[in-house]
């Protein structure tokens, strides 16, 4: 493979290396959705490619048989539930080096040049490939990977992840984990998607007792969760556009209380029902808790991104699964989560 191909980033390329890059993206193109068109609906689309990859990728058709032994248990903590996954399939993400040297000195697997043999994807507007995740936790477990080797932000894919909810209509939900807590490719743009309704927090966040409403931003419901256990913010809107800028208001009064010029650690869950856009917004204080880093039986590999911020808490480890106990998530959602104050701050800022 040239080395033009994987250096997509550049502005300069060749009519040859354009070439060799359609081609490329046509090999691993199984179906074309494009969002303006709005006819038939991603979801269907990623379903049927589920069903081919499973026949004709072994090592997904391996990473689904393994999740039938997954197995899970309610912890109650205070004020609320978590569910611990119990799942060895997730040890390569949950034990990532994700330091910026490790980082750089690995070879990319979301860039298209670097998929397995016989993966395939859907090319969502010439942008983004619909991907199976070898590495399940759901039943249907999706990557969302941009075609480009672009970094991993927020601010430059909100409008697009509000999208691609809409194109998955009610049946998944997108998510979005940012490069500092919880996303394993940091340097490459990806979101994932999971069945709509399978992660608590998207329950929770329907509960009328829990909801308290803080403000309505041109349009824009905005609530938080009483009784959770760490801070969230939920956005409800029915309009893409204004969401999207009160989203990226979000981001910039982040970095203002936060006080960094990088973006703010977050975790997003995006979905679209019956019209209306629900965004949860877990902002966070640091990626991994310190027990994470203690040597020997101390250590408890729990690597909190946005499936576990919102209440499904995966596992890698059977000691793990087996001792953890409800004040030890309640400790560690209260660490990794940031203050109230920052989060009453921002709300006060949207714009
Ligand atoms: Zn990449």
């Avoid at 979801?43 to 391996?62: G, H, T, V």
């Avoid at 940012?178 to 998207?202: L, N, T, W, Y």
């Avoid at 939920?234 to 006080?259: D, H, N, P």
Wanted: hydrophobic share 40%.
């Amino acid at each position: 493979m040239s080395t033009s191909v994987s250096c997509r980033g550049d502005a300069a390329h060749s009519s040859t290396d354009e070439h060799t890059w359609s081609h490329l993206i046509q090999s691993k193109t199984f179906a074309r959705y494009d969002s303006s068109s709005r006819t038939g609906s991603l979801a269907s689309l990623a379903l049927e490619l589920l069903d081919e990859q499973k026949a004709s990728w072994p090592q997904l058709a391996a990473g689904y048989a393994s999740l039938t032994s997954v197995r899970t248990r309610e912890l109650r903590c205070d004020g609320y539930s978590v569910w611990l996954q119990f799942n060895p399939g997730r040890i390569v993400s949950t034990g990532a080096k994700v330091d910026e040297q490790s980082i750089r000195e690995r070879r990319c697997f979301l860039c298209v040049e670097h998929l397995p043999r016989q993966q395939k994807g859907i090319l969502y507007n010439d942008e983004f490939l619909v991907l199976c995740n070898p590495a399940p936790i759901f039943t249907d477990h999706f990557t969302v990977s941009h075609v480009r080797h672009l970094p991993q932000s927020f601010e430059a894919s909100a409008g697009t992840m509000l999208e691609i909810a809409r194109a998955f209509r009610s049946r998944f939900t997108l998510f979005y984990n940012g490069p500092k807590c919880g996303a394993s490719a940091p340097d490459h743009m990806h979101f994932q998607a999971c069945p709509r309704g399978i992660i608590p927090v998207e329950r929770t966040a329907q509960e009328e007792a829990r909801r308290q409403h803080r403000r309505n931003v041109r349009g824009v419901d905005v609530f938080t969760l009483a009784r959770f256990g760490r801070q969230v913010i939920v956005f409800e809107s029915a309009q893409r556009a204004v969401l999207e800028q009160v989203l990226l208001s979000l981001v910039s009064a982040l970095r203002s209380i936060i006080g960094t010029s990088e973006e703010p650690m977050l975790n997003i869950l995006c979905g679209f029902n019956e019209g209306d856009w629900r965004v949860i917004v877990f902002p966070r204080s640091k990626h991994r808790p310190d027990v994470y880093f203690k040597d020997g039986a101390d250590r408890v590999l729990i690597s909190p991104a946005a499936v576990d911020i919102g209440g499904l808490v995966v596992t890698p480890l059977e000691k793990d699964f087996n001792n953890v106990n409800a004040s030890l998530v309640e400790s560690i959602f209260k660490e990794v989560s940031v203050a109230p104050a920052v989060v009453d701050g921002a709300i006060e800022s949207l714009s």
